[in-house]
């Protein structure tokens, strides 16, 4: 029996700005996804919202930095749920704002290593969300889920000790064009892989994500993809509070989720940064949804499924 999607609405815009990434949970029902899932034949449960009730941190002497305690329970909370959800089918975690990672990845790595797999992310962002709480300037918490689930720095006892980390070298982050000064030394320190919009350029997306389900291949891992909306050009997608000129483009991304597909190694979604607010008649809900289509199996001709 094939898994089913498990559909995780979290409505958290505490990692953000601005408002409005509260209602993207319920804007990919609107757009169909549960419906564009079980057309390919998948089975489909989806477990509402989530809420959480923050409780007190101790402050971090970084004055920028907002809505610390309520980041801190999502980041428990959702290390929890996606550890069990992992284990039930294959989590898709409806944001909310990319602060959510924080605790998906940690849970989704605890999960990997009880099953002695070997857990890999690919992280689809104009950004690559890489600062401490000590770097960040713009205080907002979407910007640091990358560097916590990496174990890059100490995040305790400001956000909760990560159950598990991800391995630095099963990281690669494709489309950034966004990157702060002390996220750049971070990453290049780090040894997550990592691939601008020049690469995408000059390379190609197919061959990026080739040599990424290679690595996984011969591991023998799992894969969990990270998708911000921001990833995507803001011609195509416009419901997004960051948005960041010379994206992926339409082909692009659909082109990524079907060579995902192939590999038949997702385990679980992040669809982030989602804000319905800034949207324009739901295009960008309904982009996101066909995105999440191609990775779970729509093609536009059956073909045979290469061997990595
Ligand atoms: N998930 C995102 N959209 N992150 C954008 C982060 C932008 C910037 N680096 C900051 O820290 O504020
Ligand atoms: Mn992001
Ligand atoms: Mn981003």
Redesign the pocket.
Known sequence: MERSCILVGVPVQA??GRRGCDMGPNAYRAAGLAEALADLGHGVVDRGNLAVTPSAVPAHPNPAIRNLAEVAAWTRHLADIAHAEAAEGVPIFLGG??SLSAGTMTGLARRAREEGRELFVLWL???P?M?TLAT???G?L???PMAYAAGIADFAPHLPAPPATLEPENVCQIGLR?V?PA?REALRRSGICVHDMRDVDEIGIAPLVRRFVERVVAADGIVHVSL?V?FLDPAIAPG???TVPGGATFREAHLAMEMLHDSGRVRSLDL??LNPFLDERGRTATLMVDLAASLFGRRVLDRPTPSF
């Open positions: 990692g953000t704002d990319h962002d104009a950004h969300d600062h960040t300037t713009s907002n979407h910007g640091v966004s702060d996220e911000d921001d997004v509070g960051t982030v940064e």
